[in-house]
């Protein structure tokens, strides 16, 4: 079982950027890809980076290509996101769990499990 944390959230200007990180413990981390989704008040889980376990392909909501980065660092047992030009509309809880191999579309919440508690990211216009 693998058990993730999330930080790095908080408040941030449009414009501006954060870095969350999501820390595994467990088993061995390179084993899974990771993604990382984002809910808003009122509205469904929503994808928005996703990596394979080895960190050769990453995979990028339309909404973020461009701004933000997902990277991971198999010594840490870490995965990244990189967040910048911060819009508004980012503002949601970030949560990031655990991809089960071979399951489909890495877009899918119903293909992952193990997910953290999430972490608050507020954008202020």
């Known amino acids: 079982q693998v058990q993730l944390v999330e930080s790095g959230g908080g408040l941030a200007q449009a414009g501006g950027s954060l870095r969350l990180s999501c820390a595994a413990s467990?088993?061995?981390?390179?084993?899974?890809?990771m993604g990382w989704f984002r809910q808003a008040p009122g509205k469904e889980r929503e994808f928005v980076v996703a990596?394979?376990?080895?960190?050769?392909?990453?995979y990028y909501a339309d909404s973020v290509k461009g701004r933000f980065t997902i990277s991971r660092d198999a010594a840490k047992n870490t995965v990244y996101l990189q967040m910048n030009s911060l819009k508004p509309e980012d503002t949601a809880v970030y949560s990031c769990?655990?991809?089960?191999?071979?399951?489909?579309?890495?877009?899918?919440?119903?293909?992952?499990?193990?997910w953290g508690q999430g972490t608050q990211v507020t954008v202020s216009s």
């Open positions: 990596i394979n376990r080895s960190g050769s392909s990453t």
């Open positions: 769990a655990v991809y089960r191999e071979y399951s489909g579309s890495y877009f899918t919440p119903d293909h992952y499990y193990s």
């Open positions: 467990g088993r061995t981390f390179s084993s899974y890809g």
